[in-house]
């Protein structure tokens, strides 16, 4: 029986199902502002899974979401004291975002260790895993939507803008001058950023990108060496195989303790 993978984020709630082998084909979504226990009625509707696995980090939506799922079947949040099969180099483990470790998992058997995943979302996560592998912590600045969203909200003049590729970085009008300033601007932060981690590791890291605004951002960041959108969910089945596969004891998956 598949298990229900749920990525609770702060804009957009992703659902899937997975076992051992694999992510399954359906898969579902909502605004995390539609998180009701009548939306997640509908959500899973017709849909079969023994068990219940989520990273949530709007901790309103995960009490509803606990209370949805509990009296239906086991349910497991992931975190810090999870069975995560690889180590923490952190002082304060449970101050880790639930996304940034589901990523960290996830890294490990799909692209492998020494690894950078920049999570692109509503803030935009860069974090480390070693070759150990042990999760070693990260970098935290606003999201693209926030940069783009800051300016209508703050001038009287400049409007809400669709962000995509910009035609070049000399704008020939307003909304084009601004997805120059977002886009451009944007992918210097995240060479920045990438350069200044790769100047405090030893050896070659892989630099995996995931989230609503990879595709646009890698197009430019010659940097990042895979798009990934799925590393978040698979990061969940790997937790919940641990988790549920020999009922709530933990199992050994793929090589990692």
Known sequence: MAWLLIDNSNTRTKFALGDTTGLLDWR??????????ESLAIQTA???????????????????????FEP???????????????????????E???????????VLTRHGV????????????FDVVSA???????????????????????????????????????????????????VFGYRGLVKEIISQIRSELFGRAKIIATGGDAALIARGVPEIDIVDPDITLDG?????????ACGDSAVDFQGQA
């Open 96 to 106: 880790i975002g639930a996304d940034r470790l589901a990523n960290a998992v996830g």
């Open 132 to 182: 150990a592998p042990a999760y070693c912590g990260g970098v935290i600045a606003p999201g693209l939507g926030a940069m783009s969203g800051y300016l209508p909200r703050n001038t009287a003049l400049l409007p809400i803008i669709q962000l995509e590729e910009p035609a070049s970085v000399i704008g020939k009008s307003t909304v084009h001058a601004m997805q120059a300033g977002a």
């Open 114 to 125: 020494p690894a950078i995943i920049i999570d692109f979302g509503t803030a935009v996560t």
């Open 236 to 244: 969940l089945r790997q937790v919940a195989a641990r988790v549920f």
């Open 28 to 37: 579902g979504g909502l605004s995390t502002a539609e998180i009701s226990m």
């Open 46 to 68: 017709g849909v079969d899974f023994s068990a219940v696995m989520v990273c949530s980090v709007v901790p309103a939506k995960a009490v509803i979401l606990k209370e949805f």
């Open 72 to 94: 239906r079947c086991p349910v497991h949040f992931l975190g810090s004291n999870s069975p995560l099969g690889l180590g923490i180099d952190y002082p304060q483990p449970q």
